[in-house]
C-alpha cells in the first residue's frame, strides 16, 4: 500500500503513539502520522494539508469529536476522508451522533489490533 | 415533576459490585493494550504499599446517574514498565508521559468496566484523568456507599483498582 496520511486526534499523547503503532502492526507500514490534541488543532492541521484518514477519539478538552466532526463537515475540511471514532464512550446515542455527523465507524477502548484492521483499512480501500 | 429516590446499588445494579467485571475490564486492558496476561493477586497491600521511589494514582470520575471514582494505584517503578508496555519506549523517571499514560490506562479501565453493564453505560459519564504522583500524599475519598477494590499483576509489576461509588439516583413520580 502506498503512502497512507493518517491524522490521529487524541488529548493523549500516549494513546495517539499507541494508534499510531497499531496502525502499522494492522499493515499500514507505510503511515504518515500527524497529531492533535483536540478537535480545534485539528481542523487548524487539516486546514494546512490533506491526508487519508482521520482517528478521533470523542471526549476531549476545548472541542470533542462530535464537534469536531460537525464542523469538518460544515467547513468542507477532508470532504470524503474517512473518519473513525476511537473512545471509552459508553452511551450508544453519543456514539450514533458521531456516525450522523459523518463518522464511518467506532471501535472502543481498549482495542486490538485485528479490530484496528478490520474496521479501518476497508475504508482505505473504498475511499 | 419528578423527585430524586436514591436505591442501593447492590438491589439495582448487582455487576457493579461483581469482582468479575472489574477482573475482566482490567484484562482486556492490559491484554489488549499492552500486550500482557494480568491476573488478580490476593493481597492489596502489596501493589498499595509506598515504594521508596513514590507513587503514581490517576482518578477517573463517574457522573450521570452513578456517582463516584475509579482510582488506579502503583509504584513510580511499576508506571514507568506498564507504560514502557503500552508505548514500546523507555522511561528512566515519572514523567508527564508516564503520567498520562496511567491516566489512560485508568480511563480505559473505567470505561470498560462500565461498558460491561449496558444499563449503564449510557447514563454514566467518565471525567478526564487526574493523576497524582509522588512520595508521601494522601487520596481523601468521601464515604461512598459501596467500594470495590482489588490488585493485579504480571511479572514483578503490582497495582491496585479501585471502584468507589454513590448511591444510584433514579428518577420516580413523586406520590400524591
Known amino acids: 500500500m502506498s503512502e497512507v496520511r493518517v491524522l490521529i486526534v487524541d488529548d493523549s499523547s500516549v494513546m495517539r503513539k499507541i494508534v499510531e503503532r497499531s496502525l502499522r502492526q494492522a499493515g499500514l507500514e507505510s503511515l504518515v502520522a500527524y497529531e492533535a490534541s483536540n478537535g480545534a488543532d485539528a481542523l487548524e ?20 469529536g462530535l464537534e469536531f466532526l460537525s464542523r469538518l463537515r460544515s467547513q468542507n475540511l477532508a470532504p470524503g476522508v474517512p473518519v473513525v471514532l476511537i473512545t471509552t464512550e459508553g452511551s450508544l446515542d453519543r456514539v450514533k451522533q458521531g456516525i450522523e455527523a459523518g463518522a464511518q465507524h467506532f471501535i472502543h477502548k481498549p482495542f486490538s489490533v485485528e479490530q484496528l484492521r478490520d474496521r479501518v483499512l476497508p475504508l482505505l480501500k473504498t475511499a | 415533576m419528578g423527585c430524586t429516590v436514591p436505591q442501593s446499588l447492590r438491589d439495582t445494579h448487582p455487576g457493579i459490585c461483581d469482582p468479575k467485571n472489574l477482573d475482566a ?23 498499595e504499599s509506598e515504594a521508596e521511589q513514590g507513587t503514581v494514582t490517576a482518578v477517573i470520575g463517574l457522573g450521570g446517574v452513578l456517582s463516584g471514582a475509579c482510582i488506579f494505584r502503583c509504584s513510580a517503578p511499576a508506571a514507568i514498565k506498564l507504560v514502557g508496555c503500552m508505548t514500546g519506549m523507555n522511561f528512566s523517571q515519572v514523567d508527564r508521559t508516564v503520567e498520562d499514560g496511567i491516566g489512560e490506562i485508568c480511563n480505559m479501565v473505567a470505561g470498560a468496566w462500565r461498558n460491561r453493564m449496558p444499563e449503564l453505560a449510557a447514563q454514566c459519564g467518565l ?30 509489576v503490582r497495582f491496585s483498582v479501585t471502584i468507589a461509588c454513590g448511591g444510584l439516583q433514579q428518577s420516580k413520580p413523586r406520590k400524591k
Do not use: W
Not at chain 1, 53 to 61: A, K, R, Y
Not at chain 2, 25 to 47: N, P, T, Y
Open chain 1, 45 to 64: 492541521a487539516l486546514k494546512n494539508g490533506s491526508v487519508d484518514l482521520i482517528l478521533t477519539d470523542i471526549n476531549m478538552p476545548s472541542m470533542d
Open chain 2, 127 to 156: 471525567s478526564v484523568p487526574a493523576v497524582v504522583s509522588g512520595c508521601g500524599y494522601n487520596l481523601h475519598l468521601q464515604a461512598f456507599e459501596f467500594q470495590l477494590q482489588s490488585a493485579y499483576g504480571f511479572e514483578e
Open chain 2, 25 to 47: 475490564a482490567v484484562e482486556d486492558v492490559f491484554s489488549m493494550m499492552l500486550g500482557v496476561d494480568c491476573k488478580r493477586m490476593a493481597d492489596v497491600s502489596d501493589a
